[in-house]
Structures are given as C-alpha cells and as structure tokens.
C-alpha cells in the first residue's frame, strides 16, 4: 500500500522547487504563477531567492509549500506512482483534498492563501506561540493553560498522540516549557490561532475524489464528495483535534 502524506507549514526554506523548475518549468511554474494571482504575493520570488524572513510569513509560506506540494504530486504521477490514499497534516489537509480530486486546484489555492492571510492578521492583532510538547499528558497540559491570566489562557490545539501535544498561547507555551526537565521537550513556533471569527462564506465546488483521502479531524475517510457539514468543519476549524488511532 502506497500513501503520499503532505507537509504543513514549517517545511518552507528558500529555493525549495529551484531543481524542479528547472526540470520541468511548465509543471512547477503554473502553481506558482496560480499561487502568486491567488495570494497577491510574489510566492515564485520568495521560494526561489527569499529572504528566509519573507518565505515563512503565514500567508507566503502557505501558498508556496501547497504549490510546491502539488507540483511534486503531478511528478510523482509522471513517473508511475499512484497513492491508494492521501493524507496531509494542518496545511498537508488542503494538499491532500486536492490531490485527491475532492477540491479543485483553483479552490485549494484560493482556500489556502485565504488562510493564510487570516493567519497573519491575527497573528499581528493578537501575538502568541505554540509549543509541541513531547512526553507529558492532556491533563497535566490543560492545568498549565488554565494557570493563565484570563486574557492570555492557552489551549490544546492538536492532539498528536497521546504523549506529543501542542500547545497554543504564550502563557500556556512558557509553563510547558518551564516543566521539560519532567520529561517534556519543547519546541516553539507558529500553529494554532483563533481564526474563526474571521472566516467568510466561500463557494466551493465539490466533486468526487479520484482517491481515498484521510482526514485528520476524526481519521474521516473521504471516498466520495464532500458534503456541506463536513466540510466547513474542516476547511473553518482552527483547531484540529485527533486521537492517535484516528490520525494513524
């Protein structure tokens, strides 16, 4: 069994795709040319040349790792490998929805670079961080966000397995990092924040996908069309929530 597993956001490092597009500049250069209309941002510029600064705000990073993504997809294709499903982690979801034919390229695009706009207006409204935090419990996490001011209180925000949690806030992100010594090892960057509030109405065309496609938000199995409820569940929660046999 064949399964192609897309990466979030945090893959980003400047030239990735360099080789690919001068291998084959039709391939990788049509998503970048989509990602750069899509997003208003000059995404082909950032991945090939940077700086690193520009290449990992939210809203460029996303869009060029789902356009690089996509473009190793189609090569992967090209050469003969066919997944029996696809999956994706955060960003990775919206890649794998696509590759499966479950959402179009032009639908994907426009889904991500509006994430990742949203993503960075709250960030700059609203500054936080994130913490993977590995070997310590859901209990003894959740008493550490709620030992937060009010206003500065943290949360769970993906349940990778039962002993690797991240953590969103920068109250809940220093107290976990202040207890590693017990077991817990820390590593801080950007995941998880509130942007829910933000989301507008979209039409999205569904259609069924060639392949099966896993999601992470309840290990669903997508064989056919998604449906209305399903997802805006997906594409409009900020927080995604999995138990490690749902996610496996």
């Known amino acids: 069994m064949i399964a192609f597993l897309f990466p979030g956001q945090g893959s980003?490092?400047?030239?990735?795709g360099a080789e690919l597009l001068a291998e084959n500049p039709e391939l990788f250069g049509q998503y970048l040319d989509q990602?750069?209309?899509?997003?208003?941002?000059?995404?082909?510029?950032?991945?090939?040349e940077g700086p690193q600064e520009e290449l990992t705000d939210t809203k460029v990073a996303q869009p060029a790792l789902f356009a690089l993504s996509l473009a190793l997809f189609d090569l992967a294709r090209g050469h003969g490998l066919r997944p029996d499903f696809v999956?994706?982690?955060?960003?990775?979801?919206?890649?794998?929805?696509?590759?499966?034919?479950?959402?179009?390229?032009?639908?994907?695009?426009?889904?991500?670079?509006?994430?990742?706009?949203?993503?960075?207006?709250?960030?700059?409204?609203?500054?936080?961080?994130?913490a993977a935090v590995i070997g310590l419990d859901t209990d003894r996490l959740s008493e550490l966000c709620e030992q937060g001011a009010d206003t500065e209180r943290g949360a769970l925000g993906d349940l990778n397995s039962p002993r690797q949690i991240v953590v969103s806030g920068a109250e809940a992100a220093g107290r976990a990092g202040a207890v590693r010594g017990g077991g817990g090892r820390l590593r801080?960057?950007?995941?998880?924040?509130?942007?829910?509030?933000?989301?507008?109405?979209?039409?999205?065309?569904?259609?069924?996908?060639?392949?099966?496609?896993?999601?992470?938000?309840?290990?669903?199995?997508?064989?056919?069309?998604l449906a209305r409820g399903p997802l805006k569940r997906w594409a409009g929660r900020p927080r995604h929530d999995a138990s490690p046999a749902a996610s496996a």
């Open 12 to 16: 980003q490092k400047v030239g990735m």
């Open 87 to 130: 999956a994706g982690h955060s960003l990775g979801e919206y890649t794998a929805a696509v590759a499966s034919g479950a959402l179009s390229v032009e639908d994907g695009m426009e889904l991500v670079s509006l994430r990742g706009r949203l993503m960075a207006e709250i960030q700059s409204e609203r500054p936080g961080a994130m």
């Open 35 to 48: 990602a750069n209309a899509a997003s208003g941002l000059p995404i082909r510029r950032c991945s090939l």
């Open 188 to 225: 801080v960057g950007l995941h998880r924040i509130p942007i829910a509030r933000k989301l507008k109405p979209l039409r999205i065309r569904r259609t069924n996908p060639r392949m099966p496609c896993r999601f992470r938000l309840g290990g669903t199995l997508l064989r056919a069309a």
